[in-house]
């Protein structure tokens, strides 16, 4: 069975930095492209980045580019999200997530992510 979890959140002041960690079990993560999500109380989930087999990235929010970069080790079946100059606009709860069996990031916008971890807390506070 396909787990994903989430971890390195936490409570950060604003213009910190944090590194999220995706680890995938029941998986061979090399073979798939892996996204990250967020979620703020009352809105909407929001596409962050996605990298795909091949490393190629993209990034669905203006407010994240040059801040915020998506890699893989494939050697740890592992994706990390760096997160640098956080926000408070940043809090949410970030997920991970893989359009099963995509090897490419899809569009955003094409619901293909199907398998997701239980997410991971940040907060961005003084």
């Known amino acids: 069975q396909v787990q994903l979890v989430e971890s390195g959140g936490g409570l950060v002041q604003p213009g910190g930095s944090l590194r999220l960690s995706c680890e995938a079990t029941?998986?061979?993560?090399?073979?798939?492209?892996v996204g990250w999500f967020r979620q703020a109380p009352g809105k909407e989930r929001e596409a962050v980045s996605c990298i795909s087999y091949d490393s190629a990235t993209i990034y669905g929010l203006d407010s994240v580019k040059g801040r915020f970069t998506i890699s893989r080790d494939n050697a740890k079946n592992m994706v990390y999200l760096h997160m640098n100059n956080l926000k408070p606009e940043d809090t949410a709860v970030y997920y991970c997530?893989?359009?099963?069996?995509?090897?490419?990031?899809?569009?955003?916008?094409?619901?293909?992510?199907?398998?997701w971890g239980q997410g991971t807390q940040v907060t961005v506070s003084s």
């Open positions: 029941g998986l061979r993560l090399r073979y798939y492209a």
């Open positions: 997530s893989i359009p099963l069996p995509l090897e490419r990031c899809p569009p955003f916008a094409s619901a293909d992510f199907n398998a």
